[in-house]
């Protein structure tokens, strides 16, 4: 713990970020296209596409472990 914060993270304030994050990778590993992803999460294609660069998700599923 870093100031009583998890390894200095604002859990509380970036929570929201978190969550949606976390569903915009769920959703594009169990759909088969990105126009999918985009429907289940109930966005436009555009926004889909806004949000993928905002969260930088595309180097999530890019990277060699």
Avoid: C, H, M, P
């Amino acid at each position: 713990n870093i100031n009583n914060r998890l390894y200095g993270f604002d859990l509380w304030r970036q929570s929201n970020n978190i969550i949606k994050e976390a569903l915009l990778k769920f959703a594009i590993s169990t759909t088969n296209s990105k126009k999918d992803a985009a429907r289940f999460l109930g966005l436009t294609y555009t926004e889909f596409n806004r949000v993928l660069r905002l969260f930088e998700v595309k180097d999530y599923f890019t990277e060699d472990i």
